[in-house]
């Protein structure tokens, strides 16, 4: 598996959970990722893990011959890589790390794991081209893939949701999460999960924040995130701007250094997730499984996890005013909120763990040995 972020996000978590699931079904998973937090992890699990050169895609301005310049010298230290492991399958985490290896190992199937609802749709039917597999983490996924591909690809999608090791939930209880992170013990707390990057829509999150305050005085609000890459410190400083703006100082609490959303997500009352065009919503499984009732825009992958007001609240254009009535809803009705949330924990336990994605993983990967020859119509 080829990964070429450093830092640790949702796809990189997704690609360890993969790894350790298959290597327990008797797959021999080797990693190529940067180092950093994903590559530690993988090697504690006792994964085989190789390093690479990380890259981070931009998508303005000259950036762009920068990010091709590097795509161009990527396949080098791959290509070493790949002569000692000698792959039956490329697995690719991203479209930036399908590309640095396409048309170099013509031999070797390479599946494309598609994780973005936005991307350059000239490098997507390109890459479509080389790719044998391409994965969709999601049916919102799957949809978009549909709308840009050339009808002649479409044979080779397969939508491969993503999953989520459910025994690392249920673990810390309510009163250890507040503690642990200074919240109030008692207090109605809503909080975000997310990177800081403006399309999550820290902003709208605010907004709702004031908008529940004002009718429950008593609330506090927690963001949880960091800006991944370094790139959204002018984000940050307008988001501490509109915390001052709304009053919510003394209310909102950021958590800036986490990784692990289990140890927090006891402590939220309800779960606001209000990011248009979210591909999958990891953060919204991870809540589900947690017992935390969520809250989501009506929009890509969180329309296809949740059933409206039986699995959670879905919020039409993430609306401010909708999803701050929707979450003052479940606070004040505790028992319907136990109600959504149990009926979530059970729709992930059985859509969403993470055995059931390495099974599918495996019969994808005997299927594709057994059927493709690694050549494909371009």
Known sequence: MLDLVSEWGGAQHSLYDACVSLSRLGVEPVAAVPQGPLFDRLTTAGITVFPVSPLRAHRRGFALFTTAAKLLRAPATVSQILKVVKPDIIHCNSLQAFLAVRGHHAKTPLIWHVRDLK????LARDAAKKAARLFAVSEAVDEYLVEILPQKHLGRIRVVRNGIDLQRFGQTCRVEARSRFGLPPDAPIVGMIAHLA?????DAFIRTAARIRARQPDAHFVSVGRDLFGENTRWRTQLNAEVEKERLSECFHWVTDL???????????????PALREPFGRVICEAMASGVPVVAAESGGPATLIRQQVTGVLVRDGDEEGMADA????????VRASQIAD?????????HAIEQTAEQLLK??????ASETGRYET
Do not use: C, G
Request: hydrophobic letters at 55%; glycine letters at 0%; zero cysteines.
């Open 119 to 122: 991307m350059p749709v000239a």
């Open 198 to 202: 403006p399309w999550k829509r820290h």
């Open 259 to 273: 990784d692990q959303a289990e140890t927090i997500l006891p402590a939220f009352d309800v779960l606001v997730h």
């Open 327 to 334: 979450a003052l809803a479940l606070l004040a009705d505790r």
């Open 343 to 351: 009926a979530a924990r059970a729709f992930v336990q059985e859509h």
């Open 364 to 369: 994808e990967y005997h299927s594709l040995l």
